[in-house]
């Protein structure tokens, strides 16, 4: 067999390469960010631990939309989410809506609102009538 062609033949103590992702929890993947990055030439340079707070924050937003309409969909006696959940977690939750205040879910609907002037009036002439 020729020097190096053995599988882990260049580490010692036999360690397998553990992702970026991996090494910090993570699910998104580090070294595609890392790669979209450095490609979109956003700046000269990108350090070593710019990648990962990114994918952390997206992992954690992703999180939290996701968590919110399965919250929704389970409201709705619904299995499976779509866009009409997502639009619902979003705007009732007070940060997110902020957050994704001008961004518009296709399919998504609006949120049901009533503005108080149309509803029926409760006062005396209502109860007069009856």
Request: glycine share 12%; no cysteine.
């Amino acid at each position: 067999m020729a020097k190096g062609s053995a599988p882990g033949a260049g580490r010692k103590g036999g360690k397998k390469a553990a992702s970026r992702s991996a090494k910090a929890g993570l699910q998104f993947p580090v070294g595609r960010i890392d790669r979209y990055l450095k490609k979109g030439k956003y700046a000269e340079r990108v350090g070593a631990g710019t990648p990962v707070y990114l994918v952390a924050v997206m992992e954690y937003l992703a999180a939290e939309v996701l968590e919110l309409a399965g919250n929704a969909a389970h409201d709705n006696k619904k299995n499976r989410i779509i866009p009409r959940h997502i639009q619902l977690a979003i705007r009732n939750d007070e940060e997110l809506s902020k957050l994704l205040g001008t961004v518009t879910i296709a399919a998504g609907g609006v949120l049901p609102n009533i503005h108080s002037v149309l509803l029926p009036k409760k006062g005396k002439k209502a109860e007069a009538s009856e």
